[in-house]
């Protein structure tokens, strides 16, 4: 099966309904071999482009990643970025801000974060966070120290995503590439790796009662990803809804998308100028001689 990442892209000013994007799709590889030498083929390919987006210092792309818990995001990141050199790719993982960050703006937290030209940047969660679970749980709204007249849940949520619209068109108009990626799980395959959590030892550690809590409230998030993937997903900065049912088919999928994002930016080389050539002839003679 091709991968074609233009089919999980959200069009901009599209309306989503997530029952209508599935959470699985058929395997892109038969066998788990295939599927081995593809995932292969692709981490190498990304080391190869990277290597090339380094070099070439002409932009930075932030790759941002959410998704309901155990949807696959630490595996994703792990698996596909394995043959990334970690001097130019960085992974920040957001979670419950800290006192200091409550004293700012909502993006000031990542905007510390955001890549340099030549690196690759990766939000493990991210500023998406405070139109997502901000939102399932306004009491966090109060906690963050907003005048009250800020705090209208009649207007907050669309200021917040002219905001972040806002930003990420800043940040394509300065050359930093955003690629955002929903990882989609259904309700019943995040039960399965609940259980597989509490019953293999070595994942006991990912567990926790808060996740069964945040559980209870799966519709409300999912109205909150709707509402926030049909407002902010745009030209410059889209959201590509990939099936996580399958941890496979969802790292081929994510490993495409990030491939296709590095090629379109058309990257060569650097060209030596005819000084700096002859500097290294001169280098090369003495080094001969």
Not at 5 to 26: D, P
Not at 82 to 109: I, Y
């Amino acid at each position: 099966m091709k991968i074609e990442s233009k089919r999980f892209r959200v069009r901009s000013g599209k309306k989503v309904v997530l029952s209508k994007w599935r959470t699985t799709i058929e395997p892109v590889c038969p066998s788990a071999a295939e599927y081995d030498d593809l995932l292969k083929k692709h981490v190498a390919e990304l080391s190869s482009l990277q290597q090339l987006h380094y070099a070439s210092h002409r932009y930075a792309l932030l790759l941002i990643f959410q998704g309901m818990d155990s949807a696959g995001k630490d595996g994703a990141i792990r698996h596909v970025m394995s043959g990334v050199n970690p001097a130019g790719c960085e992974v920040f993982s957001f979670k419950q801000p800290s006192a200091e960050e409550l004293d700012h703006d909502f993006l000031w937290r990542a905007a510390r974060h955001l890549p340099e030209r030549g690196r690759i940047g990766i939000f493990n969660r991210s500023y998406y966070e405070d139109v997502l679970v901000v939102r399932v749980h306004p009491g966090l709204l109060r906690s963050q120290g907003l005048p009250e007249e800020l705090c209208d849940e009649d207007t907050v949520w669309e200021g917040r995503y002219r905001s972040i619209v806002e930003m990420e068109k800043h940040l394509y108009r300065n050359g930093t590439r955003v690629v955002k990626i929903f990882l989609h799980l259904s309700q019943e395959e995040q039960r399965k790796r609940f259980l597989a959590r509490i019953d293999e030892p070595d994942k006991n550690w990912k567990f926790s009662l808060a996740d069964i809590h945040e559980r209870k409230y799966w519709k409300d998030y999912r109205k909150a990803y709707e509402a926030c993937l049909h407002a902010t997903s745009t030209h410059h900065a889209p959201w590509y809804i990939v099936p996580a049912d399958s941890k496979e088919n969802a790292r081929l999928i994510v490993s495409r998308i990030v491939l296709d994002a590095l090629e379109d930016l058309k990257m060569a080389w650097p060209k030596a100028s005819p000084k700096r050539r002859a500097e290294l002839q001169s280098i090369r003679k003495h080094l001969s001689a």
